[in-house]
């Protein structure tokens, strides 16, 4: 326990003191050492609890009772705050709705109900904390150069709020551990709303009218999910008498029209932190933020808090049958559409968003499904998301400060260009979607466990959305591997700190992929055998096909990063060949059949006309947002049956 508190309360030290440093040299003293003492705490943590099942500490406290009522006011006056001088009616009206609900409730129905273990520890719970341990510190390290281009770039002149930005998201990672480690529902809460109003700040952070528009879509779309807490701590408290999330489950797991209105309530707050449709559009709007800021919501925090309540929830939905198929559909559909969608945008970032919320739909389905090998899926895809994602959106910042776009047209020749970035990024796309990395074997136990249950329409989801996700990627990768002329490399000015950032993501990939079997059995398969209704029952795809898909991982990854080790003086070039009728060869220019000279050129097709937001994004807002409403409609019969 005293580790566990360590990691909430440590974070909040590291914030306090980057909010008052004003020296890059302090600063980065800070967030190295901090960095250091986290994931060297995180991974103590993990390695002397991997073999104990679910651990519970920790009773009732008053004193940190008071101290979320607190933070979810101060969190409120923020809120408003800024509603107030940028003139948002919705962000401020929702605030004071949520504050005044949680206040009636903190002062009414939550001082009768005693919570014996207020913190818990399972393998779950650990594998949320390593992302949030090594991953997030991971993004802060990077963030100390990438933060100091980004500030150089500004106008001459302009305030510098990196300081603020640091400690955002040094808080950021306690709130994230808050989340992993609370059965107190009222704690749990209290961690879900931090990261909300932390991601507010941090898509706001340029202040530009884009920055701050999409920053107040955010903030209302998840304050409304965090509305759905709160209804959902009502029913809990008042009409079950409990606020451990632990009792929660078993109860609903007994007694599935007990907890019909509370987990479709809780359902519907993890459906907005994870960015699922039609509340998917707050995330992509998350991308005017620096490059930090997207890979920490995108990989290591906040969508993922949402894909873990809802995986914590997996054995109520799999004997509850209308949140579980809202779960299933809503998530399916999201993973379909947004997969096309990514199709037809040619921004790197916004495809990474759109991938990002394609593979958040894919899990949030497997944990709607709720069976032992779907909930084994839902939680290799978590992990496999959270190393590629972050290394993606790393290895864009960089090329983008470097070739002075985030377009992928623009990357012609970055293998050239830029070898190590371009390699890292050529593994981060290989981890999403190629044969034999786990991203994909991840989709195949998710496949057999679609087929075992009968869930023809999530299957067919994921057939199309699965061929739409080979699409655009492999259009990206087409563009990295294209290797022509010799083009000036311009490497060398790239941080020390993001070098390390990028080498640590690449390594979990790697490291994950060739360890498969070993977490499955050390981590996932424990956790699935704690649980009454899985005991047992998971049948995986067996470890001798894990075992030969991390041989072969580590293959690939040995042959994609052999050549790095030459210079350019060690190969030799030979010109580009146009069939005999060049005109230029450095220029890719050839005569053509009218005697007229022509530039080959290699460009994607993106299909907009077809695939583009503009006709499939209605389509999987109404869809899921009527699923939603129907699923809602259908818990109020089941309150009534109760009384």
Not at 55 to 84: K, P
Not at 204 to 212: L, N, P, S, V
Not at 379 to 389: D, E, P, T
Not at 411 to 438: K, S, T
């Amino acid at each position: 326990m005293n580790v566990i508190m360590f990691l909430i309360i440590f974070p909040l030290v590291a914030a306090a003191l980057l909010l008052f440093v004003k020296s890059d040299g302090g600063r980065n003293a800070i967030v190295y050492a901090s960095s250091a003492i986290i994931a060297a705490a995180t991974l103590l943590l993990c390695a002397t609890n991997l073999s104990t099942g679910p651990v519970y500490y920790l009773s009732s406290s008053e004193a940190v009772d008071i101290i979320c009522t607190v933070v979810g006011v101060a969190i409120a006056a923020i809120v408003v705050g800024f509603a107030v001088k940028y003139k948002n009616v919705w962000a401020g009206l929702l605030a004071i709705v949520q504050v005044v609900a949680a206040l009636i409730f903190d002062l009414t129905i939550a001082p009768g109900v005693e919570v014996a273990y207020s913190l818990y520890l399972d393998q779950l719970s650990l594998i949320l904390a390593f992302i949030i341990g090594i991953v997030g510190t991971g993004i802060c390290v990077y963030a100390l150069g990438y933060m100091k281009d980004f500030q150089d770039h500004e106008p001459e002149g302009a305030k510098d709020r990196r300081p603020v930005f640091f400690a955002i998201m040094f808080l950021f990672l306690s709130a994230m551990y808050v989340i992993a480690f609370s059965n107190n529902m009222i704690w749990l809460f209290t961690g879900w709303e931090v990261t909300t109003v932390c991601s507010f700040l941090l898509i706001a952070y340029t202040r530009t009218d884009e920055a701050i528009r999409n920053a107040f879509r955010q903030i209302i779309m998840n304050i409304a999910g965090g509305i759905g807490f709160v209804f959902a701590l009502y029913y809990a408290g008042g009409a079950m008498g409990t606020l451990s999330f632990a009792d929660f489950i078993a109860m609903g797991v007994i007694s599935p029209i007990l907890v019909m209105f509370p987990v479709t309530c809780l359902a519907f707050a993890g459906l907005t932190k994870a960015a699922q449709m039609p509340f998917h559009t707050w995330l992509l709007g998350a991308m005017v933020a620096p490059t930090p800021t997207s890979a920490l919501l995108h990989s290591s925090t906040m969508v993922k808090a949402g894909v873990f309540l809802l995986i914590k929830l997996a054995p109520v939905f799999a004997v509850s049958l209308a949140p579980s198929m809202m779960v299933i559909l809503v998530g399916g559909i999201t993973f379909c559409l947004a997969s096309f969608m990514a199709i037809s945008q040619s921004n790197a970032k916004r495809v990474l968003a759109y991938s990002t919320i394609a593979n958040l739909g894919l899990i949030v389905a497997c944990a709607g499904v709720g069976t032992a090998e779907a909930v084994w899926a839902a939680i290799f895809l978590m992990i496999f998301h959270a190393f590629a994602k972050s290394l993606l959106f790393l290895c864009v910042g960089t090329a983008e400060h470097h070739i002075g776009s985030r377009n992928i047209e623009d990357m012609d020749l970055l293998f050239d260009r830029m070898p190590r970035l371009a390699r890292l990024m050529m593994l981060g796309i290989m981890a999403m979607f190629i044969a034999p990395f786990g991203m994909l074997v991840s989709k195949w136990a998710t496949l057999v466990s679609l087929v075992e249950t009968n869930q023809v329409a999530f299957i067919i989801l994921l057939a199309f959305g699965s061929a739409a996700t080979f699409f655009f990627w492999a259009k990206w990768l087409g563009k990295l591997a294209g290797i022509a002329g010799s083009p000036e490399n311009v490497e060398g000015t790239i941080h020390a700190s993001e070098w390390i950032s990028l080498g640590i993501m690449a390594a979990l990939i790697v490291l994950a992929c060739v360890f498969m079997p070993i977490i499955s059995d050390v981590c996932v398969l424990p956790y699935l055998n704690a649980i009454a209704i899985y005991a047992g029952a998971c049948s995986t795809l067996g470890n001798d096909i894990l075992a030969i898909t991390s041989i072969l991982s580590a293959v690939i990854v040995i042959v994609l990063f052999s050549g790095l080790g030459r210079k350019s003086g060690d190969v030799g070039h030979t010109s580009v060949y146009l069939a005999g009728i060049s005109m230029d060869n450095d220029a890719r220019e050839f005569r053509n059949a009218l005697t007229g000279t022509t530039k080959a050129t290699f460009r994607n097709w993106y299909m907009e006309g077809v695939f583009g937001e503009a006709k499939l994004r209605p389509i999987g807002e109404i869809s899921c947002a009527v699923l939603i409403v129907v699923c809602f409609m259908l818990s109020v019969p089941a309150i009534a049956a109760l009384f």
